[in-house]
């Protein structure tokens, strides 16, 4: 799934998805003091205008320029801009904008399982002490049943996993499957998030 996959996705229709921020973003990041925000994956840019609307600097990246075009005259129609840095990048294999970062925000961002962790060590790296990390998935138990010869749930980090790999120096806030705030994307079956929130000490 490299830059050109993702362009022709967002290509394909006027307006991917939704345009509102995820229901995990604004029920665990609402009473955050505004800072500096690094939103992983940002698509089409809700999140990242949602958390400049409510006072942070943000740094929005993606892989997709399509995307990211769609972001940035999404934010200045909102009158925005200044608000937010939109960056194309893929950051499973490039180490993300320098920090340190007040929030770090991956909501339904696919990061690979690699046996070195290298790209999960480079985000957290970027919290600032005292940040907080905020990973938001589907919870794949909505999806017992289902099967595609593309996709291996496995090979991707679950909110679960990030917290196991969470040593000294983090304190965890938040790790559990909840019911969503917003109805499942069209077409599928998530009814679930998993949710991990959790605050770097030092």
């Known amino acids: 799934m490299d830059a050109q996959h993702w362009d022709e996705r967002y290509s394909s229709r006027d307006q991917l998805f939704s345009g509102n921020p995820n229901g995990v973003l604004v029920t665990d990041a609402a009473n955050l003091p505004p800072g500096q925000a690094l939103d992983v994956g ?8 949602w958390l400049a609307g409510h006072g942070w ?3 929005a990246v993606d ?8 972001g ?4 200045a ?9 939109w960056r194309q990048a893929d950051l499973t294999t490039t180490p993300p904008p320098a920090g340190p970062f007040d929030l770090v925000s991956l909501q339904y961002f696919p990061l690979p399982n690699r046996p070195d ?31 595609h010869p593309d996709f291996d749930p496995s090979d ?17 806030q ?12 069209e077409g599928t079956h998530h009814v679930h998030d998993t949710v991990l929130r959790a605050v770097r000490s030092r």
């Open 42 to 49: 940002c698509g089409e840019g809700a999140d990242a205008i």
């Open 57 to 59: 600097q943000v740094t």
């Open 63 to 70: 892989i997709s320029r399509v995307a990211l075009d769609r």
């Open 72 to 75: 940035a005259a999404a934010a």
């Open 77 to 85: 129609a909102a009158g925005l801009a200044g608000q937010v840095t």
């Open 117 to 147: 962790h290298a790209a999960l060590r480079r985000l957290l790296d970027v919290v600032a002490p005292g940040g907080t990390l905020l990973v938001g998935s589907h919870d794949m138990a909505d999806l017992a049943t289902y099967r």
């Open 156 to 172: 991707y980090y679950a909110p679960g996993d990030i917290a196991q790999f969470l040593g000294e120096g983090w304190t965890i």
């Open 174 to 185: 938040v790790n559990e499957s909840r019911l969503r705030t917003t109805a499942p994307p």
